[in-house]
């Protein structure tokens, strides 16, 4: 079992940012893909940003604000979220593909969430 543990959430004033974090919390041998999602309250979760080794892709909504990076030597990933509007009040879940070790295969895991609030 791995866990994602996410970063960086919190209240903002429309308009402002914040950079969200994500990393495995115990030591693994590798990460592939990692992703961004987030869910508001009665609405499916959905892909706000991804990236992988052919580079990063955005949700439309996404694209011009948000920036997904990552530290490959970490494991680490992060979105650099900008011009924030309140419509970008959600949870904001990590998704990423692990292997544990390297005789392993990979798997999908998901963090806890962390809530990011755009609000005046």
């Known amino acids: 079992q791995v866990h994602l543990v996410e970063s960086g959430g919190g209240l903002v004033q429309p308009g402002g940012s914040l950079r969200l974090s994500c990393e495995p919390a115990?030591?693994?041998?590798?990460?592939?893909?990692m992703a961004w999602y987030r869910q508001t309250p009665g609405k499916q979760r959905e892909l706000v940003a991804l990236?992988?080794?052919?580079?990063?892709k955005y949700a439309d909504f996404a694209k011009d604000r948000f920036i997904i990076s990552r530290d490959v030597a970490e494991n680490t990933m992060y979105l650099q979220m900008n011009n924030l509007k309140p419509e970008d009040t959600a949870v904001y879940y990590c998704?990423?593909?692990?292997?544990?070790?390297?005789?392993?295969?990979?798997?999908?895991?998901w963090g806890q969430g962390t809530q990011v609030t755009v609000s005046a």
């Open positions: 115990e030591s693994v041998w590798s990460v592939g893909q």
């Open positions: 990236i992988h080794h052919d580079g990063p």
């Open positions: 998704n990423a593909n692990v292997w544990v070790a390297e005789w392993t295969p990979a798997r999908y895991y």
